[in-house]
Each structure stands twice: as structure tokens, then as C-alpha cells.
């Protein structure tokens, strides 16, 4: 419970293909609807199947140049850096700078002008930073979709950094371009995923999703107290060591991070019903008060 994959329960009705006018008709709808809900247009919007990492993956291998990160230091820092590795030029000239705006192992906030932006656990409760060349964000996070799609934002003025679509991978951002512009993608796409994130985009309410955010964090924090919390207090993931929490309260709620080796539980504040976050908070006074 609590974590980052938004609760949801849906029912889908998919009787078309990917190649089929419908699925066209479907991918304009999203990419529209992405645009002027979050006033993105001087983006390209571009869709990969998976999860934000191979967003981010798709990222270090279209751009021309290296990566450098920058930012708090952190566990998902730390796997971008494992790309930037992997995928380096070797020339480290005039090299791009990338961080994550939301290092969510320890809800640390970054943010500067200018850079490509890890948005993943970010967006969009903290909105775009000014001129981002690149952005990667996902469906299933704040947005309240399903897992399986990755969104991946290119300023329509920095393709010129990126490699040319005759380099044949399903990682380059350039071939999931020149597919947009016939509304399909490179590959087969998760229809069902398209069809509900049009649905949320349809009734989206970015000033509710962010009252929903500071109202539950508010009241994680007046339960295990502002000076436990790593890092944001309000925060669309609230951190607290694993040691400040009953083990019989993280079994019953099932915290994030219970199943990991991380010191920590992580609380994601939008993914659950406030009744639920209600309820673990009065369990944690209740228990407190013994």
C-alpha cells in the first residue's frame, strides 16, 4: 500500500490494432490532450513502451553527447549514471547535464534551467523546469494509469542533438519521431494503457491531484513527527527510516520498501484513497500514545 503505482480499476474494450485508424485517432487524442493540459507545446511527445527507466534508457542512447549528472545523490542517480557509463561518447565535450527532480530514495527536489529532467516521481506535481531540453516521465505514477508506458518530452528545438533515425534500435527517440508524424509508433504499443490515459487526461485536476498530495503528506507528518521525515514533508513521497515505524503497522499496510533492503519505508502520497492515509496515520498515533 502507499506506493508509487496509482490504485485503479478499469475495464477495456479494444477491438482495433495498431495500425488501425482508431489507433491513430487514439494516439492524437493523447498526444493533444498531453500537450494542452500541462501547456507542453513547444515539446514533441513521444511515447515508449515500458517503464520511465527505459524512458530515461532512451535518453542516453539518442543523445549525441555525454551526460553528466547533477543534483542529490541517490539510488536512481546512481542508475543513471550507470547509463551514462555505458552509453558515453568518450569525448566529454560541451557534454549535457541531467538530474533527477525528485531523487526519490531520499525525496530530495532539484531543480535548474536548461538540463534533460528525470520527472518519473516528480511530474506533475512540480511542474516542467524552464527550457528542459528533455524530459521522461511515466503513465502509471501521478498521472493514475497503468504501468507499461513511458513519456518522454523533446523541446522541438534540440533535435539537431539527437542521432539520426537510420540507427536502427528501438531505443531511438529519432525512429518514435518519425512515427509519430502517422500517429503510430515503432513498435506494437499497449493499446489499453493509451485508451485509459486518455480517459484520467479527460478529467484531470492537476490543482486537486496536488491538494491531495499536501493533505496526505500533512497528515504523515503529524504522525511520525516533521523531524523523522527524510528529506520534502510535502512531497509527492514522504521517506522515514524503517526504524521509526512498528513492524506490525508496516505489515499491515504493507509499506513500501518492507520487501527491499532499503533503511527506509517510502510513502507515496497520491496513490491510495485519503481515507487510507487517514487510517495509517491514526494507527501510528494510537500507537504512540501506549
Known amino acids: 500500500m502507499f506506493g508509487p503505482n496509482t490504485h485503479l480499476a478499469t475495464q477495456s474494450v479494444i477491438d482495433f490494432s ?16 498531453f500537450k494542452t493540459i500541462f501547456g507542453l507545446n513547444n515539446y514533441d511527445i513521444l511515447f515508449v513502451p515500458g517503464s520511465g527507466t527505459v524512458g530515461i534508457e532512451s535518453v542516453f542512447f539518442s543523445v549525441l553527447r555525454d551526460i553528466n549528472l547533477i543534483g542529490p545523490d541517490g539510488v536512481f ?10 552509453y558515453g561518447k568518450g569525448e566529454n565535450v560541451d557534454p549535457l547535464e541531467m538530474y533527477c527532480q525528485l531523487e526519490t530514495s531520499i ?10 529532467v528525470d520527472c518519473i516521481s516528480s511530474f506533475p506535481y512540480y511542474s516542467i523546469p524552464k527550457n528542459t531540453k528533455i524530459f521522461v516521465t511515466c503513465s502509471n505514477k501521478q498521472l493514475g494509469s497503468m504501468p507499461g508506458l513511458s513519456i518522454v518530452g523533446i523541446r522541438k528545438d534540440f533535435w539537431a542533438n ?4 537510420d540507427v536502427f534500435s528501438y531505443l531511438n ?6 512515427f509519430s508524424k502517422l500517429s503510430q509508433t515503432p513498435t506494437t504499443p499497449p ?7 486518455v480517459d484520467v487526461l479527460s478529467n484531470f485536476d492537476i490543482k486537486s491531484l496536488r491538494n491531495k498530495i499536501n493533505k496526505n503528506s500533512e497528515l504523515i507528518v503529524d504522525s511520525v513527527g516533521k523531524n523523522n521525515v527524510i528529506g520534502e514533508i510535502l512531497c509527492p513521497v514522504i521517506t522515514i527510516n524503517k526504524s521509526l515505524i512498528p513492524m506490525e503497522i508496516a505489515h499491515k499496510y504493507e509499506l513500501y520498501g518492507l520487501n527491499t533492503s532499503s533503511d527506509n519505508f517510502q510513502i507515496f502520497t497520491y496513490s491510495c484513497d485519503s481515507n487510507s492515509y487517514k487510517s495509517f496515520s491514526d494507527d501510528i498515533k494510537s500507537y504512540k500514545s501506549k
Request: glycine content about 4%; overall charge positive; charged content about 30%.
Open 18 to 33: 495498431h495500425r488501425d485508424k482508431d489507433f491513430f485517432n487514439l494516439y492524437e487524442s493523447l498526444t493533444g490532450k
Open 77 to 86: 542517480k546512481d542508475k543513471w549514471n550507470n547509463f551514462s557509463s555505458l
Open 107 to 116: 525525496s530530495a527536489v532539484f531543480e535548474k534551467e536548461g538540463c534533460i
Open 162 to 165: 539527437l542521432i539520426p533515425s
Open 173 to 178: 527517440l529519432r525512429r518514435y519521431k518519425d
Open 191 to 197: 493499446i489499453t494503457i493509451y485508451s485509459h490515459l
